[in-house]
C-alpha cells in the first residue's frame, strides 16, 4: 500500500507544482490560450484525484476521537463552501468585474479557503496522517497563489479592491 500512496502523493505533487507555475506566469502578465486552460484543468483534476486516493492509501492511520466528526465537518464545509463559489463565479475563469456577492459577499476567495478546509478535514476524519501532513505543502502554495491573486486584483480593481478587501476575510 506503501508505494501507491506514494505514487498518489507524486501525482497530487506535480499537480500542485503545475498549478503553481501557472499561477506564477499568470501573475507576471503571462496570458494562457484556453486548450492550455482545458489541460491545466485536467492536470488540476487528476491532482484532487490523487489526493483522495492519498486518504484512502495513507500507511499511516491513527484513530483519533472525535476527528471523524470534526473532520468531516471541516472536509464538508470546505467542500459546501467551494462548489458555492464556484457556483456564484459561474466557473474557474477570470472575470472582468469583481464578485461581491453570495458567498464572495463575506469571503474574499472561498474557493481556496474551501480548499483548505478540504485538505485538513477529509484527512483528519479518516486518520490519515501523512495526508495530514502533506497539507502543510498543499496549504502553503494555495496562500502562494492567494497573495499572487491578491496583488493581480488589486491592480486591476484598485480601491474598488481595497475597499472589497476591507469588508471581507481571507
Known amino acids: ?53 492519498m486518504i484512502v492509501l495513507d500507511p499511516v492511520k491513527m484513530n483519533i476521537p472525535y476527528a471523524l466528526l470534526f473532520g468531516l465537518l471541516i472536509g464538508i464545509l470546505g467542500l459546501v463552501l467551494f462548489i458555492l463559489a464556484v457556483k456564484e463565479k459561474k466557473g474557474f475563469y477570470e472575470l472582468s468585474h469583481l ?32 495526508t495530514l501532513l502533506s497539507a502543510l505543502i498543499w496549504v502553503s502554495l494555495i496562500l502562494l497563489w492567494k497573495y499572487w491573486e491578491e496583488k493581480e486584483l488589486e491592480e486591476k480593481f484598485g480601491k474598488e479592491y481595497l475597499s472589497y478587501r476591507k469588508r471581507t476575510i481571507f
Open 1 to 53: 500500500m506503501g508505494i501507491y500512496f506514494l505514487i498518489a502523493f507524486s501525482i497530487c505533487l506535480f499537480s500542485y507544482i503545475f498549478h503553481t507555475i501557472t499561477h506564477y506566469f499568470e501573475f507576471k502578465g503571462r496570458k494562457s490560450s484556453k486548450k492550455f486552460k482545458i489541460l491545466c484543468s485536467g492536470i488540476i483534476d487528476l491532482g484532487h484525484l490523487a489526493f483522495i486516493f
Open 99 to 130: 464578485i461581491k456577492t453570495g458567498v464572495y459577499s463575506k469571503i474574499r476567495h472561498p474557493m481556496y479557503l474551501g480548499l483548505i478546509l478540504v485538505y485538513v478535514g477529509f484527512p483528519l476524519a479518516f486518520g490519515s496522517i501523512l
